[in-house]
């Protein structure tokens, strides 16, 4: 019988394999990404800017997750046909643009989630999904985009994974809305990076979630942050 002894100083290795990879492109300065725009709390950024906290153990595994899906399904179409880096890569009124994937479809992108598929609701359950979407079509002159969904636990039944595809479609009018919210939180983080400040109490808004949860209770700077306690319900 072979003998078997877990390897944690392996377990240490590759984790700092992956917090490297997580953190290949710093971004610095006053460079805005869609990413930190798309809804979720403003702060948290101007927290992973200065002082670039650790991510936990289960952030790193949702980010190999995640990344480990979207490049199964494109690199290798990528290596074969080459394609031109501003059909992926956009600066759209100075916030830096980057999607998963462009196809015959239009605009992708490609989650990995541990929701179960069978009460997914591609609009409510991660709204700045959307939300960043909609940032997207606005760079790529669209009203539409896809939302790729691998479910890593199906519908928790049978545990089996899942894989779904939603068009998402915007109205001229939600466009021009989502426009108005991401290029009034880019000038508000903008304004912080550059006077190395922090965010303003009246722009955080951490977003809500059932049972009065925010994304304040697993922000990995929580322990950092003075304002969990003094922002408006």
């Given at each position: 019988?072979?003998?078997?002894?877990?390897?944690?100083?392996?377990?240490?290795?590759?984790?700092?394999?992956?917090?490297?990879?997580?953190?290949?492109?710093?971004r610095?300065g006053?460079?805005?990404?869609?990413s930190?725009?798309?809804g979720?709390?403003?702060?948290?950024?101007?927290?992973r800017?200065?002082?670039?906290?650790p991510?936990?153990?289960?952030?790193?595994?949702?980010?190999m997750?995640?990344?480990?899906?979207?490049m199964?399904?494109?690199?290798?179409?990528?290596?074969?046909?080459?394609?031109?880096?501003?059909?992926?890569?956009?600066i759209?009124?100075?916030?830096r643009?980057?999607?998963?994937?462009?196809?015959e479809y239009?605009?992708?992108?490609?989650?990995?989630?541990?929701?179960?598929?069978?009460?997914?609701?591609?609009?409510?359950s991660?709204?700045?999904?959307?939300?960043?979407?909609?940032?997207?079509?606005?760079?790529?002159?669209?009203?539409?985009?896809?939302?790729?969904c691998?479910?890593?636990?199906?519908?928790y039944?049978?545990?089996?994974?899942?894989?779904?595809?939603?068009?998402?479609?915007?109205?001229?009018?939600e466009l021009?809305?989502?426009?108005?919210?991401?290029?009034?939180?880019?000038?508000?983080?903008?304004?912080?990076l550059?006077?190395?400040?922090?965010?303003?109490?009246?722009?955080?808004?951490?977003?809500?979630?059932?049972?009065?949860?925010?994304?304040?209770?697993?922000?990995?700077?929580?322990?950092?942050?003075?304002?969990?306690?003094?922002?408006?319900?």
């Amino acid at each position: 019988m072979p003998v078997c002894n877990r390897n944690e100083n392996l377990e240490t290795y590759y984790f700092d394999q992956l917090h490297k990879q997580m953190f290949k492109f710093k971004r610095e300065g006053t460079d805005v990404y869609a990413s930190e725009v798309d809804g979720g709390c403003l702060q948290k950024t101007i927290f992973r800017r200065r002082f670039e906290p650790p991510p936990s153990k289960q952030q790193l595994l949702k980010f190999m997750r995640g990344f480990a899906v979207e490049m199964y399904i494109t690199s290798d179409k990528k290596r074969q046909d080459p394609r031109p880096p501003e059909l992926e890569h956009r600066i759209w009124e100075d916030i830096r643009c980057g999607i998963d994937d462009f196809t015959e479809y239009g605009i992708s992108e490609i989650k990995s989630t541990a929701k179960s598929c069978s009460t997914f609701m591609p609009l409510e359950s991660y709204p700045w999904w959307i939300e960043r979407g909609g940032i997207y079509c606005l760079a790529w002159d669209e009203t539409k985009f896809n939302l790729v969904c691998n479910f890593v636990r199906g519908n928790y039944k049978d545990i089996q994974e899942e894989f779904k595809c939603y068009e998402i479609k915007f109205s001229t009018t939600e466009l021009f809305a989502c426009k108005d919210r991401v290029l009034d939180r880019a000038q508000v983080l903008r304004q912080a990076l550059k006077n190395n400040s922090d965010i303003p109490l009246r722009a955080i808004q951490p977003l809500k979630f059932s049972g009065n949860k925010t994304e304040c209770s697993w922000c990995e700077s929580a322990d950092l942050c003075d304002y969990k306690d003094a922002i408006p319900k």
